[in-house]
């Protein structure tokens, strides 16, 4: 029986201090990787716990 998902919560936090400042070294394609693969991880951890389930 397929799961539907109705509902999809995404939480996003932002902060402007010390640690952007050691990642501003870094160019904008390395962040947008840094990004992309964190976003990544998190939906094969979701995935994962799904298939527990």
């Known amino acids: 029986m397929p799961i539907a998902i109705k509902e999809l919560h995404i939480k996003i ?6 640690q952007s400042t050691a990642s501003a070294s870094r160019s904008p394609a ?24």
Not at 13 to 18: G, I, P, R, T
Not at 32 to 47: G, M, N, P, S, Y
């Open 13 to 18: 936090n932002v902060s402007d201090d010390a």
């Open 30 to 53: 390395d962040k947008k990787d840094a990004i992309i693969q964190a976003c990544l991880e998190q939906v094969a951890h979701i995935e994962k716990r799904k298939n527990e389930r």
